[in-house]
């Protein structure tokens, strides 16, 4: 019998009676996964990628209702993202695979705001992640279950930071790791990735055109394809950014959330955190929900392009790259969740230039001591650039996600800084 079997036998209590099988299990509420299109119900306990009924993303679902889990509970956990492992999808806690991932810092940007007349900015510090950024969080979770459904080799095209961070997890799970990255990434992504012992692979074109490679090579399924949203379980690995912002602020949510998106997988994470939370009277009923703001650069923008009615979707965008590496995804598979979260959210979409995300990175480092990725520049000067148009209120909390630290992007800063 494969193992999943005992495991979904386990979670589901079918098997307790007359067994003595002693498999330890956490506290994972998982129950099975939905279609995001058509909210048709899938195996969780087996190897999925898109839905088979829409070739959409799956989405992990728990049983939960109000008092499942306490939130009171919450102060003794360990000090990283498994601290949420009931709302988690790994079922065996030998397959949890750490490196300390999550529980980052909230920072009040007070400087920042004094210059600009905010009264209430605080930054998320992504950055300090394993491996340098919130991919970290995604990968963990991913590679945490591949490890459980037995997979034994793992593949991705990415943009720099989640192939970094696959590498990272499938060397502690003893897992294969594929990298498939485009050429023109810096160095310090490809050269951490070889450090790790994955295969990389580096290819002419964007994400787009490594996930074409990813294909190729993934013919015969021999890899656990990790690419963003085609399977299940990154997304719930960066929902935890949502949980950790309520908790951290106390069960008081920003305003605005301020998120550099590429695949959009934190922004639709957050979002479905924030609607857990709801479920599991975490947060009450009636809360407001933060308006939710996509920040692209101007190179590749194909969100704020659909988002504001210049194309129906982003299925035919042409991209070109930019300094802000994780954001150059021309055709996100995702874009269909990313634009319910936006409406839903009362959100916008907005895109900065380069020059804008290096004065951000400039700004942010210069006043704060913060030295984000382009990424975390962007959504500063997208939140400057807000405020100007009178979409943002001074007097608003607006929340911004530096997702990953500069370090790794010397090859594209060098030289650049604002004065
Ligand atoms: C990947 C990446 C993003 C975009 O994240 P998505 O979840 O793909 O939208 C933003 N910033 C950094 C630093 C990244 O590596
Ligand atoms: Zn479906």
Redesign the pocket.
């Known amino acids: 019998m494969p193992k999943w079997y005992l495991l979904h036998a386990l979670l589901t209590g079918t098997f307790r009676e007359n067994t003595t099988m002693t498999l330890t299990t956490t506290s994972s509420l998982l129950s099975d996964l939905h279609c995001s299109q058509c909210g048709s119900t899938h195996n969780a306990f087996v190897r999925q990628t898109l839905s088979s009924c829409c070739q959409a993303p799956l989405l992990c679902q728990y049983t939960i209702d109000v008092g499942s889990v306490l939130k009171a509970g919450l102060v003794t956990r360990t000090k990283s993202l498994w601290r949420y492992e009931e709302l988690l999808p790994v079922i065996q806690p030998e397959n949890q695979i750490s490196l300390g991932e999550g529980f980052t810092p909230l920072l009040t940007l007070n400087r920042l705001a004094d210059t600009y007349s905010f009264r209430h900015l605080t930054l998320k510090d992504e950055g300090l992640n394993p491996t340098g950024?919130?991919?970290a969080r995604g990968l963990c979770m991913a590679i945490s279950k591949a490890k459980e459904l037995g997979e034994q080799a793992c593949i991705i095209p990415t943009?720099?930071?989640?192939g970094v961070a696959m590498a990272a997890y499938c060397a502690r799970a003893g897992l294969e790791a594929v990298v498939v990255m485009p050429r023109h990434t810096p160095d310090a992504f490809k050269e951490e990735c070889i450090g790790y012992n994955a295969n990389l692979i580096q290819v002419d074109g964007l994400i787009n055109d490594c996930a074409a490679k990813v294909q190729e090579l993934n013919q015969q399924g021999a890899y656990f394809d990790v690419s963003?949203l085609k399977e299940p379980y990154r997304l719930e690995g960066?929902k935890t950014m949502g949980y950790e912002i309520a908790e951290q602020l106390n069960w008081q949510l920003p305003d605005v959330i301020m998120y550099?998106?590429?695949?959009?997988?934190?922004?639709i994470g957050i979002w479905k955190a924030f609607h857990e939370m709801k479920a599991l009277g975490w947060l009450a009923k009636e809360q407001r929900l933060p308006r939710m703001v996509a920040v692209q650069a101007e190179n590749c923008a194909p969100v704020v392009d659909t988002y504001l009615g210049k194309q129906i979707n982003s299925k035919q965008y042409i991209g070109k790259p930019t300094l802000a590496n994780?954001?150059a995804?021309p055709r996100p598979i995702g874009e269909p969740l990313m634009m319910s979260v936006l409406r839903e959210s009362g959100g916008t979409a907005i895109a900065v230039s380069e020059d804008d995300m290096l004065e951000g990175v400039s700004e942010l480092c210069r006043h704060e001591g913060i030295f984000a990725?382009p990424?975390g520049g962007a959504i500063w000067a997208a939140t400057k650039k807000l405020l100007h148009q009178g979409w943002l209120q001074p007097d608003e909390h607006v929340l911004l996600l530096n997702?990953?630290s500069g370090q790794k992007y010397l090859d594209n800063i060098k030289g650049k800084w604002h004065r």
């Not at 943009?159 to 989640?162: E, I, M, P, S, W």
């Not at 550099?260 to 922004?267: E, F, I, R, S, V």
């Open positions: 950024s919130f991919k943009a720099g930071n989640a963003t960066k550099p998106t590429g695949g959009g997988t934190g922004l994780g954001l995804v990725a990424e997702t990953g």
